[in-house]
């Protein structure tokens, strides 16, 4: 697949670049996009929600009334679920959500969500990107010469760069990852692909393992 490689300026610069048909122009896999997402979004709970139960409650043992005789049902102690301040019957305790998910499966998941991105021509080619001091401004100028400024966008970078970081953060609609971070879940949540010139070669290198 042949992509045009566009400016900063947001004109094109004449230049194209070819995309590898093996990741970008692969057969989708639905049901591993399906748990790949899944792992992500479990990965994402704190699983720290808790409940005291019956034997976590500060209160009295002492018996509350005569076994019988009183028309009632039979009561011992006001850590009972049947009284107010009781302990809770089978609630919620700390866990962990997390399950297991080959690499393998992992890397045809983003494979498939990026040969979706490139059916649908949501893949956008920028040359490579560098700012010199945060600024949040120029960030969505950027976005915006390039038409995306109503658009949820994940841009794509070669490595860490904290200028262009703080450069996007308080923008809702615009992400930014390192090649080496991407994952399924951005991909499909993102509208627009913005790829800089020097994400490709990494992410082919992570994707062709």
Do not use: C, W
């Not at 409650?57 to 018996?63: D, G, Q, R, S, V």
């Not at 998910?101 to 649908?120: E, G, H």
């Amino acid at each position: 697949m042949e992509l045009s490689v566009i400016q900063t300026s947001g004109k094109d610069s004449g230049r194209k670049i070819n995309l590898d048909d093996s990741i970008f122009g692969a057969e989708p896999n639905d049901h591993a996009i399906y748990l790949d997402v899944k792992h992500h979004l479990a990965n994402q709970r704190q699983g720290t929600s808790k409940s005291k139960q019956r034997n976590e409650i500060n209160a009295t043992t002492k018996k509350l009334k005569r076994q019988k005789g009183t028309g009632g049902a039979r009561a011992g102690s006001m850590k009972s679920p049947l009284f107010v301040g009781g302990g809770r019957v089978f609630g919620p305790v700390p866990r962990d959500y997390d399950f297991k998910l080959n690499k393998k499966l992992k890397r045809v998941a983003r494979v498939s969500a990026l040969s979706y991105k490139a059916k649908d021509n949501n893949i956008t080619v920028l040359e490579n990107l560098n700012f010199e001091s945060p600024k949040t401004k120029e960030f969505d100028a950027l976005m915006k010469k390039l038409s995306l400024g109503d658009k949820k966008t994940l841009v794509v970078i070669s490595e860490a760069n904290k200028n262009i970081y703080l450069s996007s953060r308080n923008l809702k609609r615009s992400k930014v990852v390192t090649a080496s971070d991407l994952n399924t879940y951005d991909i499909l949540n993102a509208q627009q692909l913005v790829l800089t010139e020097g994400s490709l070669p990494v992410i082919e290198n992570t994707l062709k393992k």
